[in-house]
């Protein structure tokens, strides 16, 4: 039989302020490639890019605003099943930045409540025309208890690392949920055999004590 393409699936975003370079970042992580002639139509649109991370292929859906953030038309479709957000400003423009709260409510307001995000300061390639200080991307990440990154899609500095740091999150969350949901089967599994177990015992009419003592046994067996 032909093997599964990826072993996982994920729907990453990418918002923020018209002109921050979200395209250009998407173009530096899928193709690495950063071109200046981006066209930007209305609609939106997704690349693919499929990673190899901790033994597992991961594909990677990524959204890309086409331009209606400029209209502040991003609604729940896009947000819809996304497990990642890349929320981008850009650290020679003040407005971006003044947006990010704006940005968080949108992504309150539309996003499911277990998404994985952080910040981008992009353009940092830029240093002579920086208006926002490290710091200040830092402070917000720490309010907020995220990743910060400084990125250039142009220089492609930090691009690859925080695209593959915020899967990397991703897939933390995604491991525990599951040791959460086998732990919680397990429990389920050794209820139902007490639960069973017990039911058979009385009908032999043996005792509780001799019914939970074998019980424990499975128990041990389960755990050790
Ligand atoms: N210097 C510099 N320019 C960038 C960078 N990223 C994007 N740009 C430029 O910023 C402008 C807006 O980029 P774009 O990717 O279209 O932004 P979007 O509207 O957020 O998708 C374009 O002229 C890009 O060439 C970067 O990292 N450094
Ligand atoms: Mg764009």
Redesign the pocket.
């Known amino acids: 039989m032909a093997r599964k393409p990826y072993d996982l699936l994920f729907k990453l975003l ?1 918002v ?13 992580f899928t193709e690495d490639v ?5 066209i ?1 139509t209305i609609g939106i649109d997704f690349k693919i890019k499929t990673i190899e991370l901790h033994g597992k292929k991961i594909k990677l859906q990524i959204w ?4 209606q ?2 209209f502040h038309t991003i609604t729940t479709s896009y947000y819809r099943g996304a497990v990642g957000i890349l929320l ?1 400003y ?1 650290i ?1 423009n003040g407005d971006s930045f003044n947006s990010i709260s704006m940005w968080l409510r949108n992504i309150d307001q539309h996003a499911g409540n277990d998404v994985e995000w952080m910040l981008l300061g ?5 240093e002579s025309k920086r208006i926002i200080p490290t710091s200040q991307g830092k402070q917000v990440a720490e309010q907020h208890g995220i990743r910060f990154y400084e ?5 492609n ?1 930090n691009v690859e690392k925080a695209f593959l740091n915020l899967v990397e999150d991703i897939l933390d969350k995604v491991g525990s949920k599951s040791i959460c949901i086998s732990s919680l089967s397990l429990g389920l599994f050794v209820f139902f055999s007490l639960v069973t177990g017990c039911k058979k015992k009385k009908k032999k009419k043996k005792s509780m004590t001799s019914c939970f003592c074998a019980n424990q046994e499975l128990l041990m067996m389960l755990f050790l």
């Open positions: 990418l923020g302020n018209s002109g921050v370079g979200k395209t250009s970042l998407l173009f530096r950063f071109t200046t002639t981006f930007s890309d605003t086409a331009g953030e400029r981008v850009d020679t992009n353009k940092c390639d830029m990125t250039s899609a142009r220089a500095i």
